[in-house]
């Protein structure tokens, strides 16, 4: 940080800039991320559904002997990338993920689109410093990836304060740094503000009518456990698949192999196909059958694993939403809960508990899930995001992120240390 009033004055004004245009950039692109899903979701109407991710299997071929970066869920490329000794992330990677997360999703692979924006946004680091006059140093990458990735995240989420939060966040174990997070949040506020003229300012799920009452909180809690748990056997499963694909020799093939089998789970079970973001709203205004709600939860944690284990681009945020919305789905179906806003707040807090457990970010995911669905559905998702952090907290997806900012500066090796060491 520069010292002298001239010197941070200095400092502010550049960075203010900076996430400024980072978070423009990273707004635009989930605008251009969305249309093109949309895109692929209307080309692929010509074919039957089951077939649709076998074609985008043999689509993503080609997509990534291009650039191998756009396969996966993209979340650890980002932390690998802005904390680890590759500093930068390459202009190709920008388009190539575009283009890659919207086969993916657009033929109903099963995913998010979370990871994909983290890459996607923290690759206009190199877009900026080819199209800007302000001087970039080379410390300034980092930050200025961080800034592009807020952008994205708070625009695709409608989540002008979380997106800022949760690009930092699941960066490091234990620490939110505000150098870090103050330039990500005013970019999450830049691309929240862009999306939004363009046309996709509505808050990501509509809830009904809630009434906060202080009774309810119990089952808040009962419904955040049942998540949080859920959130665990779904990492455990992902892992599994995970490990069963690395197994399976030529890897330039599986995106085939992996649509192939999504294909046949869709035949059965179209609904787990896509984000699923049309599955968690209809879980916030009325409750599902037992038996539908359990095919519904297996299906989406089957799909999922598969669809990004196997190379295709998707994330894993929302299907944690989906997850979590089912364990609260089916306690207000146990409980027998007529009324829509406890319903609601009941999936909401199931919502906060498996995003927290899965991505390890509860600051995140509480703020997140609030700007989701409205202040008064608030209690629930803070004490979602809570209760599934404890439980989730020893298994990670995501692998790789430093302890806290002190020991960054300290000493960088510190950035490739894996979250799981942190055991306590």
Same mark, same amino acid.
């Given at each position: ?151 994205? #995240? ?5 989540? !002008?304060?979380? =997106? *800022?939060?949760? $690009?930092?966040?699941? +960066? @490091? ?74 197994? #399976? ?5 599986? !995106?085939?192999? =992996? *649509?192939?089998? $999504?294909?046949?789970? +869709? @035949? ?74 406890? #319903? ?81």
């Amino acid at each position: 940080m520069p010292k002298g009033i001239l010197g941070v004055g200095g400092y502010m004004f550049k960075w203010l800039v900076i996430a400024t245009l980072s978070g423009i950039g990273g707004g635009l692109s989930a605008f251009i991320l969305r249309r093109s899903i949309d895109f692929f979701s209307y080309i692929s109407r010509i074919f039957p559904l089951y077939l649709t991710p076998l074609i985008a299997g043999f689509i993503l071929i080609p997509i990534y002997y291009w650039d191998k970066r756009a396969k996966g869920f993209g979340t650890d490329h980002y932390i690998l990338t802005v904390n680890g000794d590759e500093r930068e992330f390459k202009v190709r990677t920008y388009f190539s993920k575009i283009l890659a997360t919207a086969v993916t999703l657009g033929f109903n692979g099963s995913g998010g689109v979370e990871g994909p924006m983290l890459v996607i946004g923290g690759s206009l680091d190199n877009i900026l410093r080819k199209i800007s006059a302000i001087k970039i140093t080379e410390k300034d990458h980092r930050l200025l990836s961080i800034c592009g990735a807020a952008g994205a #995240i708070g625009a695709m989420f409608r989540s !002008p304060l979380g =997106g *800022g939060i949760f $690009v930092v966040e699941v +960066l @490091y174990k234990s620490s939110l740094p505000y150098h870090d997070i103050f330039p990500a949040i005013l970019s999450s506020t830049m691309g929240y503000v862009v999306f939004s003229m363009l046309g996709y300012g509505n808050p990501l799920f509509e809830i009904p009518l809630y009434i906060p009452n202080m009774t309810n909180v119990p089952l808040f809690i009962i419904a955040a456990i049942i998540s949080g748990f859920l959130a665990v056997f779904f990492m455990y499963f992902f892992a599994k698949v995970e490990y069963i694909l690395k197994k #399976i020799p030529n890897k330039i093939f599986h !995106p085939i192999f =992996g *649509g192939f089998l $999504v294909g046949g789970i +869709l @035949y059965f079970l179209p609904q787990v196909g896509g984000t699923g973001l049309d599955i968690i709203q209809s879980m916030i205004t009325d409750t599902f059958p037992l038996k539908i709600a359990v095919i519904l939860l297996v299906g989406k944690i089957i799909a999922t694993s598969i669809t990004v284990n196997s190379g295709g681009s998707a994330g894993l945020v929302i299907p944690a939403l989906f997850i979590g919305g089912i364990g609260g789905n089916f306690v207000a179906t146990v409980l027998g809960v007529e009324d829509l806003g406890l #319903i609601a707040s009941l999936v909401t807090a199931g919502m906060g508990a498996s995003l927290a457990g899965i991505a390890n970010v509860p600051v995140a995911a509480a703020v997140m899930i609030v700007e989701m669905v409205g202040l008064k559905i608030g209690v629930p998702a803070v004490l979602g995001s809570i209760i599934g952090y404890a439980i989730g907290r020893r298994r990670v997806i995501y692998g790789f992120a430093i302890p806290d900012g002190e020991e960054y500066e300290l000493n960088e090796s510190l950035r490739l240390l894996d979250r799981n060491e942190e055991k306590h």
